[in-house]
């Protein structure tokens, strides 16, 4: 659903969430129709995480050079850095965007809806991949 802001951004924290099927180097990768999501430490550098996208028609030259094209949290700590956003999440969010109608992914939507209210995040930055 799409609401009003109830804070100016410069107050808000946000949680960045991708569809790009990026996980940690150590965590289990996405299947081919996995409705899923992996978490993501706010914490972890773009180098710590690896993309296991399942569709054939997915280039991923963009996320080799630069992680922030699908997954930008080095652009959004530069945010906070600069006070154009309040905080980021503790925790942000990679689904595998492919081989699935929206509502197989219902479930694992409304488990990170309640992690993000418990972050105490205001705003979420989608990454359509």
């Avoid at 999440?89 to 929206?102: E, Q, R």
């Avoid at 409304?110 to 991949?129: E, H, N, R, S």
Wanted: proline share 5%; hydrophobic share 45%; glycine share 6%.
């Amino acid at each position: 659903y799409w609401v009003s802001p109830v804070k100016p951004i410069e107050a808000m924290r946000m949680a960045l969430i991708t569809t790009a099927g990026l996980h940690l180097r150590n965590a289990q990768g996405f299947g081919f129709t996995d409705a899923s999501f992996r978490p993501i430490p706010s914490e972890m550098s773009g180098d710590a995480l690896i993309m296991s996208h399942s569709s054939v028609n997915f280039d991923r030259t963009g996320f080799v050079e630069d992680v922030n094209l699908v997954f930008p949290i080095d652009r959004f700590r530069e945010l906070v850095e600069r006070n154009q956003i309040g905080s980021l999440a503790d925790v942000h969010y990679s689904f595998m965007g492919a081989g699935h109608s929206p509502e197989a992914f219902e479930a694992a939507a409304d488990q990170v809806a309640g992690l993000l209210k418990k972050d105490q995040v205001d705003a979420v930055f989608l990454t359509p991949v």
